[in-house]
């Protein structure tokens, strides 16, 4: 019998990633719920009927580099093996009119949505490569914001993302610097920045490991979920207004169990086995939708760009010193 696949999901407390966690449970995974709020994380698994047995909760909170290397190790003295890896959890403060910022001092939607995730993705590499299974995959959420070549992604309010040249990481990403760029606090487009980052290391992982691991590394839009608690931050209308709009005007609204369920596709469904893809179902959503290959923003296409963003990244994070848990050689030989 063929054992028993395991996948990490962050931020499966609401949302996407939880919906996502119930769609592999039904598929016979173990999910392992990694969140940063374990007692909110267990009422959301018991309220969406997780089956028991089904789940581990993993304490992980993007925010702080420790935690993320700290999760690692918790996850590590789990016993089990890690055939998929989905980074989903974001936080989203548009409304923010001084930077916030994180444990380690970065600007938070840029510290939670990238660089916390870009760490964790490199110390899981090895646990991911260690495991027998043939097909085993790096999943990435990304959103149509960040991408102005998809019609949600044309509205440039505040501003469209753009890292520029990565000046404000260049020059360390502390206060009082908050944007990638170095340019003036966006707090919107700080979110657009981060999961633009997301697409980058994407396919930057794809570049760096596919071959020499065969790991398969995507990227999704799940559709526009407009009701998740990501919008929690945002007017009070807007929480109202945003999802009707997209119900009744645009047709891109997306139920948070489709949306998880499009998650769950591009960690396990076989016609979704590709590397270095961005997934999406379309900005106008029908029943029946099937998945294609979207075309990515100029910026997110930048193989230079991914390539300085890796980097950097790396010294953000702490791992252009020698890691605590090395990368596997056929990946590190790989190394720029
Ligand atoms: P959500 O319901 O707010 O879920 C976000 C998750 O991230 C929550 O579990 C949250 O935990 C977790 N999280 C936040 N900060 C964290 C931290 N520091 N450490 C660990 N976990 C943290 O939002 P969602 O809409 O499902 O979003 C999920 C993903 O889908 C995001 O990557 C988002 O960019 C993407 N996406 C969403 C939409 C949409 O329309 N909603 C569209 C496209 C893409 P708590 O429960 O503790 O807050």
Redesign the pocket.
Known sequence: MEQQKTVMI?????????NAARALADQGWHVVM????LG?AERAAQAIAMPAGSYSLLP????SLASVRQAVADFRALGRSLEALVC?????YPLEKQPLYSTDGYEISVA??HL?HFLLANLLLPDLQASPAADKRLVI????TANPKELGGKIPIPAPPDLGNLQGFEAGFKAPIAMINGKQFKPGKAYKDS?LCNVLTMRELHRRYHQSTGLIFSSL??????D?????HHFKAFQTIFPWFQKNITGGYVT?KL?GERVAAAVADPALAESGIYWSWGNRQQPGRRSFAQEISNEAQDDAKARKLWDLSAKLVGLDHPPSQPLPATAASLED
């Not at 962050?10 to 939880?18: E, F, I, N």
């Not at 959420?141 to 149509?144: A, F």
């Not at 839009?221 to 407009?226: F, L, M, Q, S």
């Open positions: 962050t931020g499966a407390s609401s949302g996407v990633g939880l990694a969140c940063r709020d909110k992980l909170d993007l925010a989903n959890a974001a936080v989203y939670t949505n916390g959420l990304g959103t149509v999961k839009y799940p559709g526009c979920v407009a998740t608690p990501l919008f929690r948070q949306a």
